[in-house]
């Protein structure tokens, strides 16, 4: 029945309320190849056993956790949320965790245009940071390779990554091309992260790392790409207007920025992920948003760019726009 279905996706946030609350306690990563009582749980998380033993066998009912003889294990898919898991989830399900109260206040926003309980990430402490850039690697890992073998960089020699995060692009893009190199740009207490990871993937010695902010500061120069990753959804039309003329600065003549973002049909309701997470920067941000292509190609026609083209479509946030600094520009 169709009020089955409402009620049923009404009724989602139960479960993911129980997922949320057993990565924060971080249940998975302390059952990550053993096995644990209930009591033996509280006593080492120092919690109520009988609220426990509920939040447990709730993890069971949804297949992640086993119980067998009243001890509990990882179920294969609960291991995904281990800390020690090679491809661990975790850090995306700490970051939405970290949602659930912005979110909270989605219907005082909608009734007075702002959020009261909105807190940029930046603002949230190096824990929440950490989070929300080990979240950004998390979902940026596959796809990053993905768009990496579906763009054509063969023309580009220097990468610009603004707001590159770890580098999760900027590792796709130059493994994809071995003459490439890059300027990875973020915000100074990134930069760390960054080296760390581009480090372990034996990629420092071709990416300068460039600490600051691009609200405030200019982008460095001498790269023919410029590449905005899940940026342009953070700021409203005005400050993406003021991001791509720094873009158009800093590029040589010729140069090509690419977004990677959701890009909403001219109707704005598809993809359904897009309006979603429209609704997510409505709570989050002071301006952000989804945007058309046509509002991506007017604001980059207003900051000096030519030829906007939409060059891949999807619906995973990884539609791709395209536009061209002149060659005598």
Known sequence: MIEGEVLGDVRGFLKSRVVLTAAELDLFTRLDGKSATAADLARELECDKRC???????????????????????????????????????????????????????????ITGTNPKKKPVTERGKESLQAFIDAMHVVGRTLSKEIADSYNLAPFKRLLDIGGATGTYTIAFLEKNPEMTAVLFDLPDVIPLAEKRLRAEGLLGRVELVAGDFYQDELPDGCDIALLSAIIHQNSPEENVDLYRKIHRALVPGGMVLIRDHVMDSARTYPPQGTLFAINMLVNTKGGDTYTFDEIRNTLETAGFEKPQMVRTGERMDCLVEARKAVNG
């Open 52 to 110: 426990l033993t509920r939040l447990l066998d709730c993890l069971v009912a949804v297949h992640l956790l086993d119980k067998e003889d009243g001890a509990y294990r990882n179920t294969k898919r609960g291991g995904l949320l281990s800390s020690g898991h090679p491809e661990t989830e975790l850090p995306m399900v700490l970051h939405l965790n970290g949602l659930w109260e912005t979110w909270s206040g989605l219907t005082e926003t909608i």
